[in-house]
C-alpha cells in the first residue's frame, strides 16, 4: 500500500486564469499468485483517492470555482522476466479520471474515464524504459528513460 499526494498549479495567462488544486490517494497491489499458484507473475492494482481544484479568473470572480473529484483505477498487470538483464511489468487499467489529457470516453451515459496501458523495462541495474498508451477522448503515448537511485524500486 502507498499513500500518494501531490499539487497542481497552472497558470493560463493568454485565457486568463489560474487552475490550483491537490489530491490525495491510497494505492494497492495484491500478488495474484496468493489466490492461486497458476496466477504466479500477475498482479492486481487498485487506487481511490479525492482531488480538489480551484479555478482562479482574473475577470470577475465565478461562484462555481472549486471543484472536487472522486479519483478510481484498477489494473491487471503481469511481471515481465524472472531476473536476468531484462525486467518489468506491464499494465492494462481503467482510470475514472476525466481531467487528464486524454480525457474521458465519449460513449453512452454520463462520461467513463480511460483506458490505457503502461510498462517498464529494466534494462541494467539502474537504467530503464517506462512507456504508456491512454484511450479517453483523445489518444496519449509517452516513451521515457528512467534512472533509479539505488537500484531497482
Request: proline share 5%; hydrophobic share 40%.
Given at each position: ?19 490550483t488544486g491537490?489530491?490525495v490517494?491510497?494505492?494497492g ?6 489466490l492461486?499458484p497458476?496466477?504466479?507473475g ?18 470577475p470572480?465565478s ?6 473529484q472522486?479519483?478510481?483505477?484498477f ?11 531484462l525486467?518489468g511489468e ?21 462520461v467513463?474515464?480511460y ?27 509517452r516513451?521515457?528513460a528512467?534512472?533509479?537511485i539505488?537500484g531497482?524500486?
Amino acid at each position: 500500500m502507498d499513500l500518494e499526494g501531490g499539487l497542481l498549479y497552472h497558470r493560463y495567462p493568454t485565457e486568463g486564469f489560474v487552475l490550483t488544486g491537490g489530491e490525495v490517494g491510497l494505492r494497492g497491489r495484491y500478488a495474484m499468485a496468493r489466490l492461486s499458484p497458476r496466477l504466479a507473475g500477475s498482479f492486481a492494482e487498485i487506487s481511490t483517492g479525492l482531488a480538489f481544484q480551484g479555478y482562479s479568473f482574473f475577470g470577475p470572480a465565478s461562484e462555481d470555482a472549486l471543484h472536487q473529484q472522486l479519483l478510481f483505477t484498477f489494473g491487471y498487470g503481469v511481471y515481465l522476466g524472472r531476473g536476468g538483464p531484462l525486467r518489468g511489468e506491464a499494465l492494462l487499467y481503467y482510470d475514472h479520471r476525466k481531467d487528464d489529457y486524454p480525457g474521458g470516453v465519449k460513449a453512452g451515459a454520463g462520461v467513463p474515464g480511460y483506458f490505457g496501458l503502461r510498462g517498464r523495462v529494466l534494462l541494467s541495474e539502474r537504467w530503464g524504459v517506462p512507456a504508456a498508451v491512454q484511450a479517453g477522448a483523445a489518444y496519449v503515448a509517452r516513451l521515457s528513460a528512467v534512472y533509479t537511485i539505488g537500484g531497482e524500486p
